[in-house]
């Protein structure tokens, strides 16, 4: 198994992406830390995982992760999921300030902390991988709202950790995901545009794999398999960049 003895931190874990990464990372044989904001989710997903650690934390925290990880000890990979409250499906010029900040600012201070908090600890010991994942946006996407510019400031972010972190044997890898069938739920995109229906969503889904090279959308199992790959040794030569798993919507 790729991933066996080592330890794993998901944030957001009780989410589709987060859920099957938690999963996915435990059939490979790691120890799987779920950490999230509702109990309710994180319990359904530890049900399905021997062992699974569940930890109800905010990861705009930073006192909250940090603590959490001092109980955790040492750590092998940190993957940050969590939810951004992006505004989608609206002409930036017709979007509210707070809505286009948002993910901006959330999804900054997420990743921040929990990636820093991550790789302080692995740096000590010299081995150590931390993923993330965004849409690819911050390449052109119209009726994103602050989706792009969330996207451009994780893109960085992880670049400049792979620079600071390789020296001491930390990678920082993430993923860019799209448009993934499974996870386009009414109740799910209800919560960024209440107007969408299931036509609607299928409609965004044809329009999504029209756009591919591949002419056809990821499946959540891809996701998985790519995120177990990176985080495993086979992928040790490879950090400071994005992985796309969109199915070459956008340049890489």
Do not use: C
């Amino acid at each position: 198994m790729l991933l066996t003895d080592r330890t794993a931190v998901v944030y957001g874990a009780g989410g589709s992406i987060g859920g099957a990464v938690a999963r996915a990372f435990a059939a490979e044989g790691a120890r799987v830390h779920l950490v999230g904001r509702t109990r309710e989710t994180l319990e359904a997903v530890a049900s399905d995982i021997k062992d699974a650690e569940v930890a109800v934390v905010d990861a705009l925290d930073e006192t909250a992760v940090e603590e959490h990880l001092a109980r955790v000890g040492d750590i092998d990979v940190s993957f940050n999921l969590v939810s951004r409250g992006d505004v989608q499906g609206l002409p930036i010029t017709d979007m509210p300030v707070d809505a286009f900040l948002a993910p901006v600012i959330n999804g900054t201070r997420a990743n921040f902390i929990t990636a820093r908090a991550a790789a302080r600890r692995m740096a000590e010991r010299g081995s150590g991988v931390v993923l993330t994942l965004n849409s690819g946006s911050a390449h052109g996407s119209p009726m994103m709202g602050g989706t792009g510019p969330a996207d451009a400031a994780t893109d960085s972010l992880v670049r400049n950790l792979a620079m600071e972190l390789g020296p001491r044997g930390v990678r920082a890898v993430g993923l860019w995901a799209a448009g993934i069938p499974e996870t386009l739920t009414v109740e799910k995109l209800g919560k960024v545009n209440p107007d969408l229906n299931e036509a609607a969503i299928q409609g965004i889904l044809d329009h999504l794999s029209s756009l591919r090279m591949t002419r056809r959308n990821p499946t959540l199992a891809e996701i998985t398999a790519t995120a177990v790959f990176l985080a495993s040794d086979h992928a040790a030569s490879i950090t400071g960049t994005f992985v796309n798993v969109t199915g070459g919507m956008f340049p890489g």
